[in-house]
Structure formats: structure tokens, C-alpha cells
């Protein structure tokens, strides 16, 4: 498969560009470029630019508004209803996650459920930054409407759940902050989408085909098959557990899928002082690291570090985009008349990424 390197700042320009000629503000056209390229630099390319041509095929039908803003439907000190408007999910994401720490700093803690908003991108963006805050950063994403969702329920035929992600992210006192972000089903489905584009196998467990028999190929699963949760019933629970919780909202109307998004913010400081937890938390996470590795292993490591690197080598050496997926964001470029130039970069698109 050819592979197409980029500088992140590059990417980061003709994203924001091809948001603000499909009717985006500036505003949103770079916080959602920033996160979908940061998505890439952490090393998760399933969420990020190869999602480019499905937002603007969205925005282009009419089904997302490119310069709606959030609004908040009910607040109190400690809590947020946010209603997204349809506009870009990452931009939503990254307002509730501020108002959120800035609710956090003076109520010690802050909740937020939302109403239709769109996808939002990687969740560990959100756990992340409010780690780096200071904060315990706790993100979700639920949905489920029986027997016409893609991910299989335990003990059933037909896909009733969506892939249904949760993070978490805790401060270490450095670059590195503890960040686990997992998908409940087996795999996050950006990644079978990495898969096609690369014409790449995956392993047997991941997915079913339409006759519900295991398939390493995931064009399978895009002709009528479906992911399997992770640790059966296990991860079922806790897909249903992200339902649940997603739904706080309330603003569900009859036959829709149940669900939502949710964040929490929490501010140590409510318990402990922030440095010492942060020092302890590094000690413990360092010492984890010492356990001795198992045969074929070269380290043992702890969630964040696999991220941390993968930024580091790809500020670097660029950021590879499949073929599949750049003829598809070039397709856009020309239909949207966003030059493709190097010039298009600015100094605000390099600010955001130092190799330092």
C-alpha cells in the first residue's frame, strides 16, 4: 500500500481550510484540526484526518452544520447539559471540556451530558488535556437501538451496540499522564477502517461476517457483518454501562437509539495536594515498569507511554497517510477549491507543533 508522508502543520492547515470552505468558523475549522491531527500523532490514524471525507460528506448532506456552536440547555454549580446543535463534535467536546475544569476549579468537580452532538473524535484527547490540568478527566460515548447497531451484544445475532468508547486520564506531573482510552467492542471501528485502507488481515476474533462466522478480512464487517465486544460479557456490560450514562441527558425521543456522550472533571486538590499525588502516581507507575517482562517482550509498559512516543516520532518524521485516504481528501480539496501548497501553512499551524 503507498504511503503518503505529511508534517503535521501541513496536515493541520489543509484540515482547517477544508472546514472553513464547507462553512466552518476559524474558530472550529482549528480546534477540530488540531485534534484530528493530534488523534494521528498519538498514533490512533483511526481518528484521525482519514475521518476528513465523512465529516464533509455529512456537512455536504446536511447533516452536520459546520458553524453551529454549542449551547448550554441546564447548569448548576457542579453539573452541564450541553447541546451540541449538530455542529462538529470535537469543537462541542472541546468547549465542555473547559467550561467543565473551569466549573472543577472552584466546585471541586463537574459532570456533562450532552444532546445532539456529533462524533467527537479520539476520547483520549479529552482525558489528556485534562490531565495535563491537574484534573482526574473521565470521557464516554454510548449508543444502542436493538438489532440495528454494529457491534454485537453478548449471546446475540445482530448488532444492537454502537463501538461505545471510555477514557480516562490522570496527571502525572509531566508529559506522559496516565491515559487509558479503550473501545468496549473489540476493536475501535476506525481501526477495521485503517485495515481497508491498507488492504491489511486482522485477526479472528474482532470481527463476524453476515453469517455470523469469524473473518480476518474487515470488508466483511462493511458487508453486513459485526464487531464483537471485548471479554464478552464483560465488555457488554460496560457498553450498556456508557448507555446509561450517556442518556443523563434525557433528551431521547421515542425510536431513537439511547445513549450519549459524557465527561467528569475532578479536581485533586479536593483530596490531596496535587504534587505529592502527582509524584506518587509517577513512583507507582514507574515501578510497574520494573516488573520483568515476559518472554518476547521488550518493556512493560503503562497506558500514555505508547502515545507519548508515537508523538515524539511522528513530530519527527511526519505523519504516513494510506493512499485510499489521501486521493479522498485531495478529491475534496479540488471540490471545495482548497489549494494543496505548501504555502497554505501559517504560523499559527506550526505554533501547535515544536519538536521540542
Known amino acids: 500500500m503507498k504511503m503518503h508522508t505529511y508534517r503535521p502543520a501541513y496536515l493541520h492547515a489543509l484540515t482547517r481550510l477544508l472546514f472553513e470552505a464547507s462553512g466552518a468558523t476559524c474558530e472550529i475549522a482549528h480546534i477540530v484540526a488540531k485534534i484530528l491531527v493530534n488523534a494521528n500523532l498519538a498514533g490512533h490514524d483511526s481518528h484521525g484526518v482519514l475521518r476528513i471525507p465523512v465529516y464533509l460528506r455529512r456537512i455536504s448532506e446536511g447533516l452536520m452544520d459546520p458553524a453551529a456552536e454549542p449551547t448550554i440547555v441546564r447548569e448548576s454549580t457542579t453539573t452541564l447539559v450541553i447541546d451540541g446543535n449538530r455542529g462538529p463534535g470535537h469543537f462541542t467536546a472541546y468547549r465542555a471540556l473547559h467550561k467543565a475544569m473551569q466549573k472543577a476549579r472552584s466546585a471541586e468537580i ?42 454485537l451484544p453478548f449471546g446475540g445475532k445482530k448488532g444492537s451496540l454502537g463501538t461505545n468508547p471510555i477514557a480516562v486520564g490522570i496527571p502525572t506531573g509531566d508529559e506522559t499522564p496516565f491515559v487509558l482510552d ?13 485495515a481497508r485502507s491498507k488492504n491489511l488481515p486482522i485477526p479472528d476474533h474482532l470481527i463476524v461476517d453476515k453469517n455470523n462466522a469469524p473473518s480476518t478480512n474487515s470488508l466483511d464487517f462493511y458487508d453486513g457483518g459485526y464487531l464483537r465486544t471485548f471479554a464478552e460479557h464483560k465488555g457488554y456490560a460496560f457498553s450498556l454501562f456508557t448507555c446509561l450514562m450517556g442518556q443523563l441527558s434525557g433528551n431521547r425521543g421515542e425510536g431513537s437509539p439511547s445513549g450519549g456522550a459524557f465527561m467528569q472533571v475532578i479536581d485533586i486538590g479536593a483530596f490531596t495536594d496535587l504534587d505529592r499525588y502527582q509524584q506518587g502516581i509517577r513512583a507507582f507507575l514507574n515501578a510497574m515498569k520494573t516488573t520483568e517482562p515476559a518472554d518476547g517482550i521488550d518493556e512493560v509498559q503503562v497506558p500514555g507511554e505508547f502515545e507519548h512516543r508515537n508523538r515524539i516520532h511522528r513530530l519527527n518524521r511526519g505523519i504516513e497517510i494510506p493512499d485510499t485516504i489521501n486521493r479522498q481528501i485531495l478529491e475534496w480539496a479540488d471540490r471545495l477549491g482548497v489549494s494543496t501548497d505548501d504555502a497554505i501553512v501559517e504560523n499559527q499551524d506550526n505554533a501547535h507543533y515544536s519538536r521540542s
Do not use: D, W
Open 182 to 194: 479503550v473501545a468496549t467492542s473489540a476493536v475501535a471501528e476506525g481501526k477495521l477502517q485503517v
Open 110 to 151: 463537574c459532570s456533562v451530558s450532552f444532546t445532539q452532538i456529533e462524533h467527537i473524535g479520539r476520547l483520549g484527547e479529552y482525558a489528556e488535556l485534562a490531565a495535563h490540568q491537574g484534573f482526574v478527566g473521565i470521557s464516554m460515548v454510548g449508543v444502542g437501538s436493538p438489532n440495528a447497531m454494529k457491534v
